[in-house]
């Protein structure tokens, strides 16, 4: 992992945390899950595509590591701003900041897109920048789900929205790009209704990965009910829409799907 500071000296500090794929001469770590990320380590051989990860409200990324961690030990680079005014600890915390979080986040894809171009950083020639998916929880799901405003990138490939819903008087638009959306029918932060009615007015392939008695977001936490399930879907989902990976989008309701404990409906077609 590594940190970029793509905010000093401005008045809207923007801290990034990046998991990557690593080179790594060690003996085999254990299949279980992915090891404690060394910082700054070199970039293994490849191009990887990015995931744009956005927190919720009064969060940080590095709270969101068992599922960034795990993503990024399946072949992507995932960065994750901490957004000025609604992170945890933030100086002067806004809720209404949300609206200009797709801009941040943008600007956090562009920098990474210099990287790539450039000669003297270890990110150069390893980032497939054409190839970029978002994710985002809570707050951070209806960031995500700005992202796809008429307009967007056609780089823009997909998004996945947990425990989130549309940005209010928003629409989706621009070039085609699956949505999956995975949601507790016991949320009572953001309420389910509103994630279906988001679901609804994508006008693209979606899914939507429904965790059976879970709230706002006990699903993240590894050994909770539906963790298991939600890792899957979304890492299957990231591996079909930015690796093109068929069996990836053969294997995603198998993954995701769990009479006990998610419902997942495939749109996706």
Same mark, same amino acid.
């Given at each position: 992992?590594?940190?970029?500071? #793509?905010?000093?000296?401005?008045?809207?500090?923007?801290?990034?945390?990046?998991?990557?794929?690593?080179?790594?001469?060690?003996?085999?770590?254990?299949?279980?899950?992915?090891?404690?990320?060394?910082?700054?380590?070199?970039?293994?051989?490849?191009?990887?595509?990015?995931?744009?990860?956005?927190?919720?409200?009064? @969060?940080?990324?590095?709270?969101?590591?068992? #599922?960034?961690?795990?993503?990024?030990?399946?072949?992507?680079?995932?960065?994750?701003?901490? *957004?000025?005014?609604?992170?945890?600890?933030?100086?002067?915390?806004? /809720?209404?900041?949300?609206?200009?979080?797709?801009?941040?986040?943008?600007?956090?894809?562009?920098?990474?897109?210099? #990287?790539?171009?450039?000669?003297?950083?270890?990110?150069?020639?390893?980032?497939?920048?054409?190839?970029?998916?978002?994710?985002?929880?809570?707050?951070?799901? *209806?960031?995500?789900?700005?992202?796809?405003?008429?307009?967007? @990138?056609?780089?823009?490939?997909?998004?996945?929205?947990?425990?989130?819903?549309?940005?209010?008087?928003?629409?989706?638009?621009?070039?085609?790009?699956?949505?999956?959306?995975?949601?507790?029918?016991?949320?009572?932060?953001?309420?389910?209704?509103?994630?279906?009615?988001?679901?609804?007015?994508?006008?693209?392939?979606?899914?939507?990965?429904?965790?059976?008695?879970?709230?706002?977001?006990? *699903?993240?936490?590894?050994?909770?009910?539906?963790?298991?399930?939600?890792?899957?879907?979304?890492?299957?989902?990231?591996?079909?829409?930015?690796?093109?990976?068929?069996?990836?989008? /053969?294997?995603?309701?198998?993954?995701?799907?769990?009479?006990?404990?998610?419902?997942?409906?495939?749109?996706?077609?």
């Amino acid at each position: 992992m590594r940190t970029l500071d #793509l905010g000093r000296g401005t008045a809207r500090p923007l801290r990034v945390t990046i998991w990557y794929p690593a080179r790594d001469d060690r003996p085999q770590r254990s299949a279980a899950g992915p090891g404690t990320p060394r910082r700054d380590a070199p970039v293994a051989a490849g191009r990887f595509p990015i995931v744009l990860f956005s927190h919720g409200l009064h @969060s940080l990324p590095e709270l969101h590591a068992p #599922l960034t961690t795990r993503w990024a030990s399946a072949g992507f680079v995932v960065a994750a701003p901490a *957004y000025p005014h609604t992170k945890r600890a933030a100086r002067r915390f806004d /809720r209404g900041d949300i609206r200009r979080q797709p801009g941040d986040a943008w600007r956090v894809i562009q920098h990474l897109s210099r #990287l790539d171009q450039g000669s003297d950083d270890r990110f150069a020639g390893h980032l497939a920048v054409t190839r970029i998916g978002a994710v985002g929880h809570s707050a951070g799901g *209806y960031t995500t789900a700005g992202l796809f405003a008429p307009g967007h @990138s056609a780089w823009l490939r997909g998004g996945i929205v947990i425990g989130g819903a549309g940005m209010p008087g928003a629409t989706f638009g621009g070039p085609p790009a699956p949505l999956l959306f995975v949601h507790g029918d016991a949320d009572r932060v953001v309420p389910l209704a509103r994630a279906r009615d988001a679901f609804r007015r994508a006008p693209w392939p979606k899914a939507f990965l429904t965790v059976r008695g879970q709230g706002h977001g006990e *699903y993240l936490i590894p050994g909770r009910r539906g963790f298991a399930q939600v890792l899957a879907a979304t890492t299957e989902f990231l591996r079909w829409t930015l690796y093109g990976d068929a069996r990836a989008r /053969r294997d995603l309701p198998a993954g995701a799907a769990d009479p006990g404990s998610t419902v997942f409906a495939d749109g996706l077609d």
